[in-house]
């Protein structure tokens, strides 16, 4: 099993920045891909950005492409999404989940799935 916490989410002005990040514990970390998804208000699951667990050519959706970033830290068991230029409509719920490549999380495939942190951007 791995257990992953998100934090960081919070309350913030459209164009300002936020970090998440995903603590995870339990079973060898880095050995899965990860990735975070969102939920906003009425509509469906979007996955964000996936990095695989050597961290080398991280993915994102288009939505985020050029203002979201994904890393990762394998010693500390954190993977992380640094979000810049934030809009309105990226208020949403954010989850990671770990599963086995990114290429499956991007098909919705994956192991294993935090419980979320809300992230609000105002206009």
């Known amino acids: 099993q791995v257990q992953l916490v998100e934090s960081g989410g919070g309350l913030v002005q459209a164009g300002g920045s936020l970090r998440l990040s995903c603590a995870a514990s339990?079973?060898?970390?880095?050995?899965?891909?990860v990735g975070w998804f969102r939920r906003a208000p009425g509509k469906e699951r979007e996955i964000v950005a996936g990095?695989?667990?050597?961290?080398?050519?991280?993915s994102y959706g288009n939505s985020v492409k050029g203002r979201f970033t994904i890393s990762r830290d394998n010693a500390k068991n954190t993977v992380y999404l640094q979000m810049n230029s934030l809009k309105p409509e990226d208020t949403a719920v954010y989850y990671c989940?770990?599963?086995?490549?990114?290429?499956?999380?991007?098909?919705?495939?994956?192991?294993?799935w935090g419980q979320g942190t809300q992230v609000t951007v105002s206009s």
């Open positions: 990095i695989s667990w050597s961290g080398i050519s991280p």
């Open positions: 989940a770990a599963g086995g490549s990114v290429g499956r999380l991007f098909r919705g495939e994956s192991d294993y």
């Open positions: 339990g079973r060898t970390f880095s050995n899965y891909a």
